[in-house]
C-alpha cells in the first residue's frame, strides 16, 4: 500500500525500503479497536486508521524520532481521535440548535421547540459536507451568496445550487419527520 522499494543493483542487489506503511496489522487492528470503543461509527474507521497513519508520516517527515512505542503512541492518537469526532459532533448538534432557533414561531412550546432542534440537527448531520456549509454560512453566519462565494472560492452559482439541495434536502426531512 505505502510500500516503495528502492532497489541497488551494485553489490549483491540489497533491497531498502524508502518508505514504509508506519503501521504493521496488529497496530491497526488495535487503532480500529480503540476507535470503536470510543465510539466512532464503523463507517468513519477507515478515516480515523488514516489519519493515525498520516500523523505518523507526518511525524517521521519532520524529523522527530519515531515513537519508542508506536503501538502505543498510535492507540494514544486514535483515542484523541475518537475525543475529536464526539466534539465534532457536539457541534453539530449545537449548530442545529441555534439553527432551529432562529425560525420565528407563532407560539413555540419548549418540547416543539426541542424536537425542531433536534430534527434540524439530525437533517444537518445527513447533508454533504459542501452542503451543509453553505447552508450554516447562509442562515447562520447570514452571509451573502456573493460572500459565500468569495469566502469558499467556488461561483455563486455552485452556492445557490447547494444552499436549493440543502433547503429542499432539509424540508423534506423535516416534512418526512412531520415537524413542519
Do not use: C
Request: hydrophobic share 40%; net charge neutral; proline share 5%.
Amino acid at each position: 500500500m505505502l510500500r516503495r522499494k528502492a532497489r541497488r543493483d551494485q553489490g549483491g542487489g540489497a533491497v531498502q525500503d524508502v518508505l514504509d506503511d508506519p503501521l504493521d496489522a496488529a497496530q491497526e487492528r488495535r487503532v480500529r479497536a480503540v476507535l470503536a470503543l470510543g465510539g466512532v461509527p464503523q463507517a468513519d474507521l477507515p478515516d480515523g486508521v488514516q489519519q493515525v497513519r498520516l500523523r505518523l508520516l507526518e511525524r517521521a517527515a519532520s524529523g522527530r524520532e519515531a515513537p519508542r512505542d508506536v503501538s502505543a503512541w498510535a492507540a494514544v492518537v486514535a483515542s484523541n481521535l475518537a475525543m475529536d469526532w464526539h466534539r465534532a459532533k457536539k457541534r453539530q448538534e449545537r449548530l442545529g440548535e441555534r439553527l432551529a432557533s432562529l425560525r420565528p414561531q407563532e407560539h413555540p412550546s419548549g418540547e416543539d421547540t426541542s424536537l425542531l432542534s433536534l430534527a434540524v440537527a439530525q437533517g444537518l448531520d445527513e447533508l454533504p459536507d459542501a452542503q451543509r456549509q453553505v447552508l450554516v454560512l447562509r442562515f447562520f453566519a447570514d452571509l451573502p451568496v456573493r460572500g459565500i462565494a468569495e469566502e469558499l472560492g467556488i461561483p455563486e452559482g455552485t452556492v445557490k445550487s447547494r444552499l436549493h439541495t440543502a433547503v429542499r434536502a432539509l424540508r423534506a426531512r423535516l416534512h418526512e419527520d412531520e415537524v413542519v
